[in-house]
């Protein structure tokens, strides 16, 4: 009976030790997760030349803030690199749209 005992104790022990050696979850910090901080980083990532980089910034600014209108500049410029000229001049559509719903009358 004592050897059950003191082999649950070692095994609790082994569990808990595997899952404290486990990843961190990381901690959020306010104002990196917002559409400003995203396309800022989206501007840098198209001045270094990193285009698909950019679009993933550009985009997660998009679904964050569905009006805000840099975040379709930065998507039209991505789409005008590629060559896409389609895509480019619809983004730059929306970004124009977007911009005149957020201007008071």
Do not use: W
């Not at 649950?8 to 979850?25: E, N």
């Not at 803030?65 to 998507?75: I, N, Q």
């Not at 000229?85 to 008071?104: F, G």
């Amino acid at each position: 009976m004592h050897f059950k005992k003191l082999l649950f104790f070692i095994a609790a022990f082994c569990i808990l030790f595997l899952l404290a050696c486990g990843p961190r979850a990381i901690a959020l910090r306010a104002g990196l997760d917002t559409p400003e901080q995203h396309v800022d980083t989206g501007n840098k990532m198209l001045m270094s030349g990193k285009i698909d980089a950019a679009y993933r910034e550009f985009s997660r600014a998009k679904e964050l803030d569905p009006k805000y209108s840099p975040a379709y500049v930065g998507l039209s410029l991505v789409y005008g690199l590629k060559g896409d000229n389609e895509n480019s001049s619809i983004y730059i559509k929306k970004a124009i749209d977007t911009l005149r719903e957020t201007i008071p009358k």
